[in-house]
């Protein structure tokens, strides 16, 4: 199991770009898929996107956040982004990473989490 470190976050205005990072230790990194979800006040976590442990593919939750969010990873440092672009207000919440050892959108399926970094979006 890995430990994981975010950051990245902050406060912007609508139209910014924002890359969190998400650090990683312990053994097998290369191995996990990794995810991202994000959770506002009051509402449930939610997906945002996963990349699976090589990198080859990646999957995003819906069609607002395509074409604007870029899910990559480094495994020879250990540490995977999430580049987010033309941030909207309604991006704001708090962004996790999680990983895991099998290929999932769930939450419930990911095993080490990040302790999560904000993003507040103004318009």
């Known amino acids: 199991q890995v430990h994981l470190v975010e950051s990245g976050g902050g406060s912007v205005q609508a139209g910014a770009s924002l890359r969190l990072s998400c650090a990683a230790s312990?053994?097998?990194?290369?191995?996990?898929?990794l995810g991202w979800f994000r959770q506002a006040p009051g509402k449930e976590r939610e997906f945002v996107g996963a990349?699976?442990?090589?990198?080859?593919?990646?999957?995003y939750a819906d069609d607002s956040l395509v074409g604007r969010f870029i899910i990559s990873r480094d495994n020879a440092v250990n540490t995977g982004y999430l580049q987010m672009n033309r941030l909207k207000p309604e991006d704001t919440a708090i962004y996790y990473c999680a990983a895991s050892s099998l290929w999932t959108v769930s939450p419930r399926g990911y095993h080490s989490w990040g302790q999560g970094t904000q993003v507040t979006v103004s318009s």
């Open positions: 312990g053994r097998d990194f290369s191995a996990t898929a």
């Open positions: 990349i699976t442990g090589s990198g080859g593919y990646t999957k």
